[in-house]
Every structure is written in C-alpha cells, then in structure tokens.
C-alpha cells in the first residue's frame, strides 16, 4: 500500500478533489488547420494530448503498400497511431515505436470508433488518426478517446454520437472518478467510453483486479462524468462551429 | 509537391535573377512568419513549441537530471522524433547529431555545474509533429527542419527552470547527495539572466547561381543548388559551417564567394533573430494556459 493517503476520512482526495469530481477539462478543436483534416487538443488536468486526423482519403498516405486492394468494401479502413514521446512521463523513458501495451490501446480505440463511425458512408476509404501525448498524468486511453472524437468531428466525419471516456478507480468501496498518476499507480481502475447522453458503453477496458460487485457503482459514477465530459464537448464543438460560420458570411 | 520541368526552370530563373525573385516575395534575407509558445508541458523543465505557416511543427522538452560526470557529451542529449519516420532514418539521426554538435562546441559547462562534483544532464527531446503528405515523393529533403529545431531547443533551453538546490555546493571533501527545495515558485533559471552564454542557432541558407537565400521554402527547396548549415552564437558564425542536402536534384559545387556571402547573410540576420526569440522566451504564460 502507498504512503500516500490517498483518499482522507474526510472525503478529499490527493488533489483535493472529491470522489465524484473530474480534473479541469479544456478542448480545442481546428487547432492544426494546414497539416489535417480534423485536429483535436485535449487536457484533462495534468495530461495533454493532440489528435491529428487525415481523411477520409483512398489509400494510406504515408505507406507506398497501401493499395486500393487492402480496401474494405463495407467500411473505412481506420488506422489509428498512438506517439509516446519520452518526455511524456515525469521520468524520462523512452518508449519502442511498436510498444505493446500502445498498440493494444489502439486496437481498443480502433473497434471503439468502428462501431461509432457512420461507416456505410465511407467505404472503400482510409481514415487515419495521429495521437501525440505531449504530458501524461493519467487517464492515457480517456485522453485519446475524447481527443480521437472531437478531431473525427472536426474533420466533418460522420459520427452517430459523441464517445466521451472517462477512468474510474476503486478505494476500499468508493468509486474515484478521473484518476491521476499518483492514483492510478495504486488503485486499480476501469476505463469506460459512453455513447452520447445514453448509456451504452462503446468502449470497457479493465487492466487490473475489480471485484465483481463494486463494478456497478464505478459504471455508474464513470456513465455521469461521461455526460459532463460530453457536454463540456459540445461546448466546444458549437463555439467553434458558430465561430467558423460566422466566419463565412 | 512535385514541380514540372516549365515551374522548375521559372522558380530557378526568378531566383537566380540579381534582385532574387522568391515564389513568395519574400527578401532573400527574410523568415516566414513564426509562431512560438514556452512553458506548456507540466512534466519538462523547459518545453517551447514552434511552428511555420507551412504546418511544420517542432515541439521541444527539455529534461534534466543529475548526474556524476563533466563530460559534455554525457551531459547534454538530443532526440529527434518525426512522426511518421523510423527513429533511426537517417533524417532523424542527422538531425539530432548536428544539434547535439552545435551545443556541445559552444555549450557553458558552468550553467550545467551543479556542485563540484555534480552536473545536470539535459535530455533534450523534440518531436516534429507532422511532415508534408507529399515528401515521400518529392525531391526536397527535410533537412531545413535544422533551423526550425534549433530555434526551438532555443527557446527550450532558455525557458529551462531547475528546482532550487539546498545543498551545499561546495562536496568535494564531504559525501553529500545533492538536495533540493520542493518550492517550485523559487526556482531558478537554467540559463540565468544575467549570463552571456547563448544556445547556438542553426541556420539553413540555399544557393542558387551567386545568391544566396534564407530560410528556403519547400517549391524553392526543389531548385536549389546547394545548401549551408551555419551556427551563430553571441553576434559570431561558430561551428557547424556544414553544407547540406536540400534537394536530392541538380547538385552542384558552390563557390568560395557565395559560402562568404551566405556568412555575412547570417551575421546580419543572426541578431535580429535572437532578440525575437529572446522577447519570447520571457513573456509570461501559463502552464494551464492552452497552447493550442
């Protein structure tokens, strides 16, 4: 156990944050207008991620073995790339390019947003998706999946609903909501995606141990912050969307 | 993007005409509008972000760490990741030696000395965030990302704050680790104010016939002769003065005369430029501040 409290008898945790209580979440959309279709900046507390998003388009751009024989005749092919710089972390660590623990995240990203992208419109086309971590203090796959969402709306890629992730962690019985490093290194944790105002989970991912029947109070806990994440989203989408027609006229 | 024959031969026509017609009417001595923030990543010491109209982007950290050594090729470290690159191209490699060389020839070990035996390590880590869709199959190489990067370590550098040390600095006869205070708000600049070391900056200059161009861009990239790599620190062309690639086309010698004109282009420019980059290296900003 660490010898940090964690979570004091009087309901504050190390940040100062009550069980029930997100980190501060700022979204920035357009934010690479020259080099993407869609680009998406998020921050939750201390992490900070950019999703940059090139498509949809017909062949990969930057493999030359991409051909037109590898395309899916139902549904876009999405390739999604997850960049750890080193200097992500508080410790300096170099991370390998085909890090295996990545690249299972971004199978999960992948199947995720299969399901959530309007896929009948874009056969037979390439979807691809950058995320570069530039600071992480936990929630890595939340992170990406709300940044992953906002770049795909801005790059006008239909969607069926907005997917807002959000981890929960578990202290002796109560649910810890949007949990930092220090948190994560201890506690074991869930990371759930939510599909708009509903409560369809399109993305569940659990590395650690969780007692079975403490799950519902964490997916219930996880399922609001999801909707306060999505509005907070929303918000973002409509400031910039009003903003771009203002433009035009 | 690829050029034909008729756009190559007009592009190299206007830029080797005496008054240096450049594609985009800039003066044969002037930079593309730039943008820079600092202070942005919670978990470096120093971290700028840097980026041209064109949408190359350079975000630069700086990390330090202590370490029981004086050899400045221990003590200083670069990494140049680009996105969408093999970490060991030879682009990347080249790049991370050229400004690894660049500040260990000019580098203060004074602003690394911690006590008399300790010094900081730096690792200096820069990512490039995207490359143009069309470089696989054009002719221009990156190689003029090396005045990008190195403004950016720059500006890095110069934002680089180091926690307060508590120890004393005088271990030489006792074994003592070094201590430090936990007071971020009273910590101190890697690169004191006051000091009159600089970083040194890199600078790409293209020839073309007699004339000589900074800060080539991409479609003038494709008709250039030949390219330098000069250094500049404290008003001084320092080493590297190195010639580079920067198209993989119509190679050919330069003369003495344009290398000494590409130099005095650079001492001229080179002040000007510094002074740019140090008004941004101390305006104010906010870590929780969106840089984006």
């Known amino acids: ?249 | 993007m690829v050029l034909s024959p008729a756009e190559r031969s007009y592009i190299y026509d206007s830029l080797k005409s005496p008054d240096v017609a450049r594609t985009d009417s800039r003066k044969y001595n002037q930079f593309r509008p730039l943008k820079a923030t600092c202070y942005f990543l919670p978990n470096s010491n120093g971290s700028s972000r840097i980026f041209k109209a064109d949408s190359l982007e350079c975000i630069t950290s700086v990390k330090a760490n202590v370490i029981k050594t004086k050899d400045l090729s221990q003590l200083i470290n670069v990494e140049v990741d680009i996105q969408g690159q093999r970490d060991d191209s030879p682009l990347c490699q080249d790049l991370s030696t050229f400004l690894t060389k660049s500040l260990i020839d000019s580098f203060d070990v004074k602003t690394l000395q911690l006590t008399d035996k300790f010094y900081y390590q730096l690792f200096i880590d820069i990512v490039i965030l995207s490359i143009p869709a069309d470089f696989q199959n054009s002719s221009y190489t990156l190689y003029s990302l090396i005045s990008l990067t190195s403004m950016g370590t720059y500006l890095a550098l110069k934002t680089t704050r180091l926690p307060l040390l508590t120890s004393s600095t005088n271990d030489k006869e006792i074994e003592e680790e070094p201590s430090f205070s936990d007071d971020w708000e009273s910590s101190t600049y890697l690169i004191s104010k006051e000091s009159n070391f600089k970083p040194t900056l890199l600078f790409i200059v293209g020839v073309v016939g007699n004339n000589v161009i900074i800060d080539p861009s991409m479609e003038e990239e494709e008709v250039l002769e030949h390219g330098f790599c000069i250094g500049f620190n404290n008003n001084k062309i320092v080493p590297p003065v190195q010639s580079v690639m920067l198209s993989t086309v119509d190679g050919k010698a330069f003369s003495q005369s344009t290398l000494f004109k590409a130099m005095d282009m650079v001492k001229e420019i080179g002040a000007p430029v510094v002074e740019a980059l140090d008004a941004i290296a101390d305006q104010e900003f906010d870590e929780f501040d969106s840089a984006f």
């Not at chain 1, 008898?9 to 100062?16: F, Q, V």
């Not at chain 1, 700022?26 to 507390?45: K, R, W």
């Not at chain 1, 390739?79 to 080193?86: C, E, V």
Request: hydrophobic share 40%; aromatic share 4%; with cysteine.
């Open chain 1, 1 to 249: 156990m660490s010898r940090l409290e964690l979570y004091s008898p009087e309901g504050i945790r190390i940040d100062g944050r009550r069980f029930n209580e997100l980190r501060q979440f700022t979204s920035q959309l357009n934010t690479h207008p020259n080099v993407s279709d869609g680009s998406s900046y998020v921050q939750q507390g201390n992490s900070k991620v950019i999703c940059l998003v090139q498509g949809p388009m017909e062949s990969l751009s930057n493999t030359n073995a991409g051909g037109a024989s590898k395309l899916d005749h139902n549904g876009p092919i999405l390739s999604i790339n997850i960049n750890y710089p080193p200097f992500a972390n508080n410790v300096r660590k170099k991370r390998m390019r085909n890090d295996r623990r990545l690249q299972e995240l971004c199978v999960v990203l992948k199947r995720c947003f299969l399901k959530t992208i309007v896929s009948k419109n874009y056969a037979r086309t390439v979807i691809e998706v950058n995320i570069t971590v530039l600071s992480m203090d936990g929630g890595l796959l939340a992170c990406c999946c709300n940044a992953i969402t906002l770049a795909l709306i801005d790059a006008g890629i239909a969607l069926y609903d907005y997917v807002s992730a959000i981890s929960i962690g578990l202290y002796n019985q109560i649910p810890l909501l949007d949990m930092n490093t220090l948190e994560e290194n201890d506690l074991s944790f869930i990371t759930i995606g939510v599909v708009g105002d509903s409560d369809k989970l399109n993305l569940v991912l659990c590395e650690d141990k969780l007692p079975l029947d403490n799950l519902e109070a964490l997916i219930s806990l996880g399922i609001e912050g999801c909707h306060r994440i999505k509005q907070l989203m929303d918000e973002q989408v409509r400031l910039v969307g009003t903003d771009l027609l203002s433009k035009k006229q």
